[in-house]
């Protein structure tokens, strides 16, 4: 029978050729693979049909009948979608995972343009909560895994190509391959003393050996304000204001005729608010020959601010990777991870308590920004670069400033940059023992930042916080370098049915931190430009260094058992040693268990897989610790203190800082975990439910002494930590007709308790809010830490109810109050409101988080939606002054009390306010449930046909349009609903955070 030549090409699910296709005909042994381009040519019989397989990919029959050419695109394989994951020093099948392990791979990493890597965690799985500390350029975000842990230091270790590194805010989301979150003991204990709080493996991508690929992904954007608080205009400000007067019983202090001639009405967040620049640019290199590859990039990110623009508030990141893989011969493979950042950011202060952003809200809207009139101003008044002077309220008292002024005096810059990076040698054994290798590897991560603050002399306001008769220059250096050497034998063999694997380490790492700090003022030139200590007085110039060392020491193994995927068994255990633990306690070994059975796998699971394809019981339990308490906490400290004179000289004297404690160990956490996984229609819809119960205990904490024993108390494991919860986890995966079809969602509760705190207290007090009278406090039967100030019972409507409100003993419980007042509760029931009816009104920490991810595709076009929420959890709104007695208010105001029956939610206005409305932490004006819905990211992409892009040279070629943070809904009143802190005892306080923006882009991507 005559033979025909058939061509063609075979592509994937994005219209990439495929390299290395197989094609057989069926039912013979013929057949080809296709070249780097994905193309192939084949002799055929007219009646033969063609199979088409690739690894990862659905197969594909295709009968010839008589053609020439064929396009063939292959569909992914839901049973192989994220079959392999990375687990601690190693890689598993995702079938025989016992633990549980969220993997997010690049695809969905690509898929939102983020600034850093952590925000690729951010709804995208389940019980990790992500949450930005910050909306200015580069800010950080906080991530808590599975709830709060600890008192200290809740963040996960992160591990970026096996080298421990303390974020991964410096990485560029492009070279990520994957996103592992181990989130229980068991999967983390082989990291020991440092997994409590869970662990985040980042790889990044490695090259392929076959054809060179050249990659480029951009995008450009504008920012602009998401969200504009509604505060009060000038009209309503001066009649509100009024109102507080009159009910305090003294003159209003605007007329009639001032309310209806006033022509200014600045609205100071349409002044401070601008549209801002936003782009990254990304180039890629990867390829490789017979016995090497490698895989390069280089990336651009920058980003200005919303507030303050590229000259008080920006962002440049620059980074260069390459990782590379050298077969030296049969035995013995090099292989070495290196990358550099480099960033540039400006800012200013968003921390104290009274700044550029809480006086945006503060200001009063009847001053204007600028002054035609200095007369009389302070020498030191503010000006712009064009010599205007920012205008200075004649209606607040001082506590609050002009906020463009603030802006105008804040310089900071932060220079920073990272090195990090690892050489190995893995040496195949398989000759001696069959299935055995070593490696060996030696890493290095070094940090270092320069930073530097410079104030000039300003007068703002009459109060104490807007002025500084002097100016002020500071430089900070710091540099922390990490080295890390580890020795890792493994081995992995089948028997049959039977696989078994095995690993065992040793690990040694070795820290050293390093701090100068210079500060100096009367700086001359007063400018930015010479704002360097070394430009002041001799006479003021201080300067100090110090330098911090901490060691660990480290034994692991791994056993991990399966027979023919049904049933599987891992034990792990872990010996660290740290130098930053007592004498009696500086060795501590962490062990795991964890079993799975794949009841689907079983010859009695009778079950067509179409139906049912996957059902999977796990089960695990183990210990890990928490070794990130500072160093040189269980030793006795001493410090510089008086001068004193000795023999008639004056020496420096010094004083005890802080009692040893010799018994200072870890916290450690203790996890138990039960997991369901069910797959259905050949697993192109997957479910995972997880159930943990985790406990962590010897929480540290300062313990309160004498204060002539030392000015700070020993620490010593005193708390114990609850957090139980549940996770779910879905994804449909299909095609209908020709539209292909993506969904993932996410879902996940978690119950926080603090169980046991063993001080004389029984609790400890963490920040005031703000000025005001209420408190953070952790505190055992509670969640950790929560707001401790007081709950309220409404308003009262008339005097009646005043005089009703009384103790046992008939006396009034609130003797200030008057109708339109709050009634707050008596909580201990002693007949009086004071201190002791503080209580528990809210927690900041958000109980339920959701993620959904929909991904379609129809021909060319694809399209994109990222949804997130998180619920049940409340924010402190206290972005005001309490001492600024004519600040202007959130327009919530406009539904205060009016008289009997008007409202029972808001109370009355007031200046004096006798009752504590305001003054009073609470939970009617303070604490908001800040509940929210956000659309994180709305995308539309189209990729060119392969006909068009091949004749321009290119592979692929495909452009977007994206906007960010679309919309929020929320019941909440501040900017931003999604506000944390770093600092756990400041979760939640929003005293005028700097808002997430909403952001326009268009981007591409090329590949060649």
């Known amino acids: 029978m005559a033979q025909d030549i058939i061509k063609g090409v075979v592509l994937d699910e994005k219209n990439a050729p495929i390299p290395g296709a197989n094609i057989l005909i069926k039912g013979t042994l013929k057949g080809t693979v296709t070249n780097m381009d994905g193309e192939f040519s084949l002799s055929v019989n007219t009646t033969d049909v063609l199979v088409f397989s690739y690894i990862g990919y659905q197969k594909k029959e295709m009968p010839v009948k008589g053609l020439s050419t064929l396009k063939v695109q292959l569909e992914l394989d839901a049973k192989q979608l994220d079959e392999i994951v990375v687990v601690g020093y190693g890689v598993q099948k995702k079938s025989i995972v016992t633990g549980a392990i969220s993997s997010i791979k690049s695809e969905e990493v690509e898929s939102t343009p983020i600034a850093n890597a952590s925000q690729a965690l951010q709804g995208r799985t389940s019980g990790v909560i992500v949450q930005s500390n910050s909306g200015a350029p580069g800010g950080e975000v906080s991530i808590k895994i599975r709830g709060v842990s600890s008192n200290g230091n809740s963040s996960p270790l992160y591990i970026v190509d096996g080298l421990q590194v303390g974020n991964i805010n410096n990485i560029s989301p492009n070279d990520i391959e994957s996103i592992e979150v181990l989130k229980d003991a068991a999967s983390a204990a082989i990291f020991g003393a440092r997994g409590a709080n869970g662990v985040v493996l980042v790889t990044t991508k490695q090259g392929e050996k076959g054809k060179y690929k050249i990659t480029y992904d951009g995008y450009y954007g504008i920012q602009e304000a998401s969200n504009k608080v509604k505060m009060l205009n000038a009209t309503e400000y001066m009649r509100i204001h009024n109102a507080a007067s009159e009910w305090d019983n003294t003159v209003p202090r605007y007329s009639e005729d001032r309310i209806q001639q006033n022509t200014i009405d600045t609205d100071w967040q349409d002044e401070m608010y601008q549209p801002a620049p936003i782009t990254n640019h990304a180039l890629s290199f990867s390829g490789g020959g017979k016995k090497s590859s490698f895989s390069s990039s280089l990336s651009y990110f920058s980003q200005d601010g919303i507030v303050g623009g590229s000259d008080k508030s920006n962002f440049d990141r620059y980074t260069f990777r390459i990782n590379s893989t050298h077969e030296i011969n049969e035995v013995i493979t090099f292989g070495q991870n290196l990358s550099y950042s480099y960033s540039k950011a400006r800012g200013f202060n968003e921390k104290q308590q009274v700044s550029t952003l809480s006086s945006m809200y503060l200001h009063d809207p009847l001053t204007p920004v600028f002054t035609d009139d200095p007369t009389g101003y302070h020498k030191d008044a503010v000006t712009n670069s064009a010599g205007q002077y920012y205008a200075i309220s004649e209606e607040l008292d001082g506590y609050a400033g002009n906020p463009m002024a603030i802006l105008e005096t804040q310089n900071r810059e932060q220079l920073t940059g990272t090195l990090r990076g690892n050489v190995y040698l893995d040496f195949n054994l398989g000759t001696l023992v069959e299935g055995l290798k070593f490696k060996t590897s030696f890493g290095l991560n070094n940090y270092n930042s320069h930073n530097r603050v410079f104030t000039p002399a300003f007068y703002i306001s009459a109060q104490g916080p807007f002025q500084n008769g002097t100016s002020t220059a500071q430089v900070t250096t710091n540099s922390n370098t990490s080295i890390q050497f580890e020795n890792v034998l493994s081995y992995s063999r089948s028997f049959g049915k039977q696989n078994i694997s095995a690993i065992l380490g040793h690990s040694l790492i070795s820290d050293q931190y390093r701090n100068t700090n210079s500060t100096n003022s009367d ?486």
């Open 523 to 1008: 700086i001359y030139p007063s400018t930015w430009h010479y704002g360097w200590p070394s430009n002041g007085g001799q006479e003021n110039m201080l300067a100090e260094a110090m330098l911090n060392e901490s060691r660990l020491v480290s034994f692991f193994g791994r056993v991990s058992y399966n027979y023919d995927e049904k049933y599987m068994l891992n034990a792990t255990i872990r010996r660290d040693g740290s130098t930053r633990f007592g004498e009696n306690n500086k060795y501590g070994i962490f062990p795991s268990l964890s079993a799975g059975w794949t009841i689907s796998n079983e010859d009695f699971f009778q079950v067509d897989h179409n139906k049912i394809s996957l059902i999977k019981l796990r089960g695990s339990w183990g210990q890990v610790g928490n070794d990130r308490i500072g160093n040189w906490g269980h030793m006795s400290i001493m410090e510089r203190s008086d001068h004193y004179i000795i023999n008639g000289s004056l020496v420096q004297g010094f004083a005890p800082l802080r009692a040893a404690n010799p018994d200072l160990k870890w916290e450690t956490s203790e996890t138990l975990n039960l997991g369901l996984d069910l797959g259905f229609l050949n697993n192109k819809l997957t479910f995972t439910v997880e159930y943990y119960d985790k406990l962590t205990k010897d929480l540290l904490y300062e313990l309160p002494i004498p204060a002539f024993t030392g000015r700070m108390g020993p620490l010593a494991n005193i708390g114990t930590v609850s957090n139980k919860g549940v996770e779910f986890d879905i994804r449909f995966t299909g095609e209908i007709r020709k539209l292909k079809i993506d969904i993932l969602g996410n879902m996940s509760y978690n119950h926080n308790n603090m169980t046991k705190l063993e001080n004389a207290e029984g609790y400890f007090n963490g920040r005031n809010l703000g000025t005001l009278d209420g408190n953070m406090r952790v505190q055992e039967g509670y969640p950790m830490p929560f707001f401790f100030a007081y709950k309220t019972d409404g308003i009262f409507q008339n005097q009646d109810e005043v005089n009703n409100h009384t103790s046992a003993e008939g006396e009034l419980i609130q003797p200030n109050a008057k109708p339109g007042d709050i009634r707050f509760v008596d909580i201990n029931a002693d007949g009086k409101i004071s201190d002791e009816d503080r209580t528990n009104i809210g927690n900041a920490i958000p109980k339920f988080n959701y993620g959904l991810t929909l991904n379609l595709g129809y021909k060319n076009w694809d399209m994109s939606m990222f949804l997130q929420a998180q619920t049940h959890y409340d924010i402190a709104n206290v972005a005001y002054g309490p001492n600024e007695t004519y600040q202007n208010l959130n327009a919530r105001h406009l539904g205060y009390w009016k008289g009997e029956g008007s409202t029972n939610e808001w109370p009355a206005m007031t200046h004096e306010d006798a009752n504590g409305n305001f003054t009073k932490i609470n939970d009617m004006i303070h604490i908001e449930d800040a509940s929210y819905l956000r659309l994180r990211n709305l995308q539309l992409g189209y990729t060119f046909p392969t006909r068009i892009s091949q004749k321009a040279g290119m592979d692929r070629f495909r452009i977007y349009g994206s906007v960010q943070n679309l919309f929020t809904i929320t019941n909440y009143s501040g900017a931003d609903p999604e506000f944390s802190d770093s600092d756990l005892l400041r979760y939640g306080l929003d005293n005028g955070s700097y808002p997430q923006s909403r952001t326009y882009l268009m981007g591409l991507n090329v590949s060649f």
